[in-house]
C-alpha cells in the first residue's frame, strides 16, 4: 500500500492567491482528516469525514477555508485567498475505524508571502 | 491546559539510557495513543492502549494508562540516535463524535551519540 498521499509537497504562493491541498486516503479507510501544525499552535484538527461526509470542520479557521471529499478516494483543502498567517505544514490522515490509529501523509509545506 | 498534555515538553538523553515521558488528559477515554514524528515528517503510530488495560509493550516502548489520575506514559528502553523524533498522545475520547483524537503538544527528544 502506498499510504496517504498528497500534493504537492511543498507550496510557495502570494498572499491573495488561492491554494489547493489535495489527499489521497488509503484505500478502505473510512475517515480523513486535515490536521494543521504550526511551532506556535502545534497540531490542529481542521476538519474529518466520515465515509465523505463531513462531521466536525469546527477547526476550520474561517471561510477562507474549505474542504471537500467527493469520493473515498479523494480530498482537497482548499484556502482562498491566502495570507501570510496561513503559513504551515498540513496534514491528511486516514483511519480505518472508530479510534483506532491514524495513518498521516507526508504533509504540504505551505508558504504564503 | 489542553486535552493531551506532554510533560515534559522537551528531552535529551544519552543514547543507551532510557526516556520516559507523560501524557495527562481531562475526560474519559476509550483508548489513548503515541505517535512519532520524525523532523519534516508526518506522525507514525506507535501503540495504542484501551482503557481498560494497565500496560503495553511493543519492542523497546513500554506504555502504561492510569485511568484514575487520567495518565500516561511511554517509556523508550535503551535509547537510539534514530529515537530522536517528538512523541506525541492522542487520547479517543468517550464523548467525541466519529473517529476524531485529540493530539497533545508532543515531546521533544533529542538522543546524544
Known amino acids: 500500500d502506498a499510504g496517504v498521499i498528497q500534493s504537492p509537497r511543498h507550496e510557495v504562493t502570494e498572499m491573495g492567491q488561492e491554494v489547493t491541498l489535495r489527499c489521497k486516503p488509503i484505500s478502505g479507510h473510512n475517515s480523513l482528516f486535515w490536521y494543521r501544525q504550526t511551532m506556535m499552535r502545534g497540531l490542529e484538527l481542521l476538519i474529518y469525514f466520515n465515509n465523505n461526509v463531513p462531521i466536525d470542520d469546527s477547526g476550520m479557521p474561517e471561510d477562507r477555508f474549505s474542504a471537500k471529499m467527493p469520493n473515498a478516494s479523494f480530498s482537497t483543502l482548499k484556502i482562498q485567498p491566502s495570507e501570510p498567517r496561513d503559513s504551515a505544514v498540513y496534514f491528511c490522515a486516514s483511519s480505518f475505524s472508530r479510534g483506532l490509529e491514524q495513518y498521516f501523509g507526508p504533509g504540504t509545506r505551505l508558504t504564503v508571502t | 491546559s489542553q486535552q493531551g498534555e506532554e510533560d515534559p515538553q522537551a528531552l535529551s538523553i544519552q543514547e543507551g539510557e532510557n526516556a520516559t515521558m507523560n501524557c495527562s488528559y481531562k475526560?474519559?477515554?476509550?483508548?489513548l495513543q503515541w505517535y512519532r514524528q520524525n523532523s519534516g515528517r508526518g506522525l507514525v503510530h506507535l501503540i495504542l492502549i484501551r482503557s481498560n488495560e494497565r500496560e503495553k509493550h511493543s519492542g523497546r516502548l513500554r506504555v502504561t494508562l492510569d485511568t484514575s489520575k487520567k495518565s500516561s506514559s511511554l517509556l523508550i528502553t535503551a535509547s537510539r540516535a534514530a529515537d530522536t523524533a517528538s512523541y506525541f498522545c492522542?487520547?479517543?475520547?468517550?464523548?467525541?463524535?466519529?473517529?476524531?483524537?485529540?493530539f497533545g503538544g508532543g515531546t521533544r527528544v533529542l538522543v546524544k551519540p
Open positions: 492522542a487520547t479517543d475520547l468517550v464523548k467525541a463524535a466519529g473517529n476524531k483524537l485529540t
Open positions: 475526560t474519559s477515554i476509550n483508548n
